[in-house]
């Protein structure tokens, strides 16, 4: 693991965030799916399940979520564009390092992982050792607003629904300057409505519950914009998204925020979103 000369924690918002993912070490969610095949995820799913698990074992919804999970992480590396072997990447809040792992074994490609949770950036990097990619694969304590990597060192990077922790001008600032001319950005996150989504009962339970701030919808826009990173796919994936939360809330690893998330997506007031933008 390396960090910067200086503590990545530089507020207090960020070191709640962290302090959040550091005690947060035995989720059922993340652990019990990366059980299924060791690749442990930090994020939500995308497509249809197979509803049949629900007549059978536990472990059969348990290995449908992750089916789930695992193919929202291959849609999103389906938009990083030609990416090469001898490529660096870049994961902006990397978590379990799952998508990471994934990055590399589709493209031969060297990835860094960055987090404000040690315990996640430890976590990760044992997953890398495990899997004999830690030579190509490497997670780090650092923030990701001000990550310490070279300028134009990165053909891709991606952030995996990590925005809502962070200023979004700063981050495709930070983002923009590692970019090289060309290189594709690919963000996977909930947004809200910007019209009732702010308002929304449901959004706000989402915030509390994972101590973050949704942004508005049009707020990613305006950032990428200012920052020469211009969209070229938008795929809204709140409909492909909705059976995962579905199926999670009938399984038994349903932790209580099921409803918000389904009620936030069925009234409108929060979307899926995929964006890839290239650097200009």
């Known amino acids: 693991m390396t960090t910067t000369a200086?503590?990545?924690?530089?507020?207090?918002?960020?070191r709640s965030v962290?302090?959040?993912?550091?005690?947060?070490?035995?989720?059922?969610?993340?652990?019990?799916?990366?059980?299924?095949?060791?690749?442990?995820?930090?994020?939500?799913?995308?497509?249809e399940p197979d509803w049949s698990v629900l007549d059978g074992p536990g472990q059969g919804v348990i290995a449908e979520l992750h089916r789930l999970?695992?193919?929202?992480?291959?849609?999103?590396?389906d938009h990083l564009g030609p990416v090469q072997p001898g490529d660096a990447v870049?994961?902006?809040?990397?978590?379990?390092?799952?998508?990471?792992?994934?990055?590399?074994?589709?493209?031969?490609c060297r990835v860094d992982g960055v987090s404000i949770s040690e315990y996640q950036v430890d976590f990760a990097n044992e997953q890398a050792a495990r899997r004999g990619v830690a030579d190509q694969v490497r997670f780090h304590f650092r923030n990701?607003?001000?990550?310490?990597?070279?300028?134009?060192?990165?053909?891709?990077?991606?952030?995996?629904?990590?925005?809502?922790?962070?200023?979004?001008?700063?981050?495709?600032?930070?983002?923009?300057?590692?970019?090289?001319f060309?290189?594709?950005?690919?963000?996977?996150?909930?947004?809200?409505?910007?019209?009732?989504?702010?308002?929304?009962?449901?959004?706000?339970?989402?915030?509390?519950?994972?101590?973050?701030d949704i942004h508005p919808r049009s707020e990613y826009f305006k950032a990428l914009a200012a920052n020469g990173l211009v969209p070229i796919n938008v795929v809204d994936l709140t409909a492909a998204t909705i059976p995962y939360w579905e199926l999670r809330a009938k399984s038994e690893v349903a932790t209580g925020i099921e409803e918000a998330f389904l009620t936030a997506y069925r009234e409108g007031s929060f979307h899926y979103l995929l964006i890839a933008a290239d650097r200009v």
């Open 90 to 108: 870049l994961d902006g809040g990397s978590g379990r390092g799952g998508t990471s792992i994934m990055a590399n074994a589709r493209f031969g």
């Open 6 to 14: 200086v503590s990545p924690l530089r507020t207090d918002f960020e």
């Open 182 to 212: 060309g290189g594709r950005y690919v963000c996977i996150t909930g947004c809200a409505n910007d019209v009732t989504g702010r308002r929304a009962k449901s959004v706000s339970r989402i915030n509390e519950h994972y101590t973050c």
């Open 69 to 77: 999970e695992s193919a929202q992480a291959d849609l999103l590396l």
């Open 18 to 47: 962290a302090d959040y993912w550091n005690t947060n070490r035995v989720d059922p969610v993340n652990l019990r799916l990366g059980e299924v095949d060791g690749l442990y995820h930090h994020h939500y799913g995308v497509g």
């Open 144 to 180: 990701m607003l001000a990550s310490g990597f070279g300028d134009g060192s990165r053909r891709a990077i991606w952030t995996n629904e990590t925005t809502m922790y962070v200023d979004l001008f700063d981050l495709y600032a930070e983002f923009a300057r590692m970019l090289r």
